[in-house]
């Protein structure tokens, strides 16, 4: 069974304070992607990548970087965040059968 | 611009009866198409996939429709059960698996 996981289910930080969400898969796939989701919105690129130190961007990129140092991690950094940053974010991984998501991580800024 | 559409936020449906979501898609190099559920504080899981050489695929109770032409599918529940109460998306991808794109969700209930 694929496993994705996700460093926290819920999180509670401050406007302007710098924020990392981890994820890790342990199915050895090479691509891994950050998504957020918000309701009527669906769910929203972020950033992916194919391949360790390897990043593309989404489609709502703006406000966040991305940072895979291994295969098996791929982190997800807000460098200050704001009240909008407030979201469901989704963190999955995929084969040739389709992406596996993890369970997600609440964040709300204040 | 959405390139996946789910026009129906919300469904209800009888248990027993017949549940059908839709979802249409502008892109036609979209050639992967899935299904996915989503519980409230979950990640969403994978439910059935089509390829873009079939036109239906079954698995169990769930079944997905795909009219190339409309650039239209449809995933089919039958029986409803109260338990399928979700969100479900779909999404597609053009077959790398490097993007999906998904469409916006349509929330299921299903009364007992």
């Known amino acids: 069974d694929v496993k994705v996981t996700q460093s926290s289910r819920y999180l509670v930080k401050r406007t302007g304070e710098k924020v990392f969400l981890e994820c890790v898969q342990d199915m050895d796939h090479e691509n891994m992607f950050w998504y957020r989701q918000d309701p009527g919105l669906g769910l929203r690129l972020i950033y992916f990548s194919y391949d360790v130190k390897m990043k593309e961007k989404g489609d709502i990129p703006e406000g966040y970087s991305v940072s895979r140092e291994k295969k098996e991690r791929f982190s997800l950094i807000l460098e200050s965040a704001s009240t909008n940053q407030t979201s469901m974010y989704l963190c999955?991984?995929?084969?040739?059968?389709?992406?596996?998501f993890g369970p997600g991580t609440r964040l709300t800024v204040t | 611009d959405q390139q996946v559409k789910q026009n129906s936020p919300s469904l209800s449906v009888q248990e027993g009866r017949i549940s059908i979501l839709n979802c249409d898609y502008t892109?036609?190099?979209?050639?992967?198409f899935l299904w996915y559920k989503k519980y409230p504080a979950e990640g969403p899981t994978f439910l059935i996939s089509i390829s873009s050489i079939k036109d239906k695929n079954e698995d169990g109770r769930f079944t997905v429709f795909l009219n190339k032409s409309a650039k239209h599918l449809s995933l089919h529940i039958v029986p409803s059960q109260p338990g399928d109460s979700a969100v479900y998306f779909c999404a597609a991808s053009e077959g790398n698996f490097n993007k999906f794109y998904f469409g916006s969700g349509t929330k299921l209930n299903v009364k007992p």
């Open positions: 999955a991984s995929s084969s040739d059968r389709g992406q596996y």
């Open positions: 892109n036609s190099m979209f050639d992967y």
